[in-house]
Nanobody, 123 residues
């Protein structure tokens, strides 16, 4: 069990950038792979990106490859999502999540979730 708090969301115009942060506490942060998911109204949460325990393994959804970068700083117990070249389709509530399974993209593998941060991209 780990507690997660997201920050960094906001309003940005298409083509702009944002960096989301997720601060973790409660358990040893480095023992968890960390993921980012997002949800838009009327849709289920969808996978965005995941990073392994040490940051050596990363995977991205096809929709964000080349534009988003996930990273982590275990000394600061924080995971980041750098979002560049944002599109209106990226508008969603973004959630960070933690899993002990490994570098997974399956929602069910993640046992700890933050409350989310809103990202809105205007056209």
């Amino acid at each position: 069990q780990v507690q997660l708090v997201e920050s960094g969301g906001g309003l940005v115009q298409a083509g702009g950038s944002l960096r989301l942060s997720c601060a973790a506490s409660g358990r040893t942060f480095s023992n968890y792979a960390m993921g980012w998911f997002r949800r838009t109204p009327g849709k289920e949460r969808e996978f965005v990106a995941v990073i392994g325990w040490t940051g050596g393994s990363t995977y991205y959804a096809d929709s964000v490859k080349g534009r988003f970068t996930i990273s982590r700083d275990n000394a600061k117990n924080t995971v980041y999502l750098q979002m560049n070249s944002l599109k209106p389709e990226d508008t969603a509530v973004y959630y960070c999540a933690a899993t002990e399974v490994g570098t997974s993209w399956y929602l069910a593998d993640f046992g700890s979730w933050g409350q989310g941060t809103q990202v809105t991209v205007s056209s």
